[in-house]
Nanobody, 121 residues
Framework: QVQLVESGGGLVQAGGSLRLSCAASGRTFSNYRMGWFRQAPGKEREFVAAISYSGGSAYYADSVKGRFTISRDNAKNTVYLQMNSLKPEDTAVYYC??????????????WGQGTQVTVSS
């Protein structure tokens, strides 16, 4: 089992920034690709970003490319999502996820409980 706990959500004005954190426990953190997903009201959960075991490779949804940055600190068992130039359409609950597979489509085996991000116009 892997336990994931997100933090850092909140209310921010359009154009502002937030940094989300996700602390992992339970299994060897560096054995998991880590990712972020989000779900807006009335919409399906969607992929935002993912990062490889070592942090050497990162992948982003087109909607956040150039504005969001995913990173990880394996010594702290933590993954981050730096969100800049936020837009009202970024408003959603953001979920941290862990995938033990080394490649291919990111398919989470574990999810966090989510953290709310609200961007006001």
């Amino acid at each position: 089992q892997v336990q994931l706990v997100e933090s850092g959500g909140g209310l921010v004005q359009a154009g502002g920034s937030l940094r989300l954190s996700c602390a992992a426990s339970g299994r060897t953190f560096s054995n998991y690709r880590m990712g972020w997903f989000r779900q807006a009201p009335g919409k399906e959960r969607e992929f935002v970003a993912a990062i490889s075991y070592s942090g050497g490779s990162a992948y982003y949804a087109d909607s956040v490319k150039g504005r969001f940055t995913i990173s990880r600190d394996n010594a702290k068992n933590t993954v981050y999502l730096q969100m800049n130039s936020l837009k009202p359409e970024d408003t959603a609950v953001y979920y941290c996820a862990a995938d033990p597979r080394g490649g291919g489509i990111f398919i989470p085996d574990y999810w966090g409980q989510g953290t709310q991000v609200t961007v006001s116009s």
